[in-house]
């Protein structure tokens, strides 16, 4: 297991932005993000199998949220546009050392879980 600090959460407006960030004690090749909002599921927002650069990401963020790294800081970045009160959560990095792209990406278990951040829309 590997370290994970996420920062970057807060509040906003509809229609808002915010970038989160997530900063691993090494580097890892298959890391994501998870939401959870109270009295729902924990949901995968999204993925990336870091070597190569694929990625998933949920029907319900597609085209509005980007993921994007810096190698060099082991950091990964969760860009949120035009935000809705649905997106309203605590949002999770997540980590998985040693699997590959595809296994990365069609559903593996994240066996490193950062804090948490928590994500307020307002209407």
């Known amino acids: 297991q590997v370290q994970l600090v996420e920062s970057g959460g807060g509040s906003v407006q509809a229609g808002g932005s915010l970038r989160l960030s997530c900063q691993a004690t090494?580097?890892?090749?298959?890391m994501g993000w998870f939401r959870q909002a109270p009295g729902k599921e924990r949901e995968g927002v999204a993925r990336v199998s870091r070597t190569g650069g694929s990625t998933y990401y949920a029907d319900s963020v597609k085209g509005r949220f980007t993921m994007s790294q810096d190698s060099g800081k082991n950091t990964l970045y969760l860009q949120m546009s035009a935000l809705k009160p649905e997106d309203t959560a605590m949002y999770y990095c997540?980590?998985?050392?040693?699997?590959?792209?595809?296994?990365?990406?069609?559903?593996?278990?994240?066996?490193?879980w950062g804090q948490g951040t928590q994500v307020t829309v307002s209407s």
């Open positions: 090494r580097y890892i090749s298959c």
């Open positions: 997540v980590a998985r050392i040693g699997i590959s792209k595809d296994a990365c990406l069609g559903g593996t278990e994240f066996d490193s």
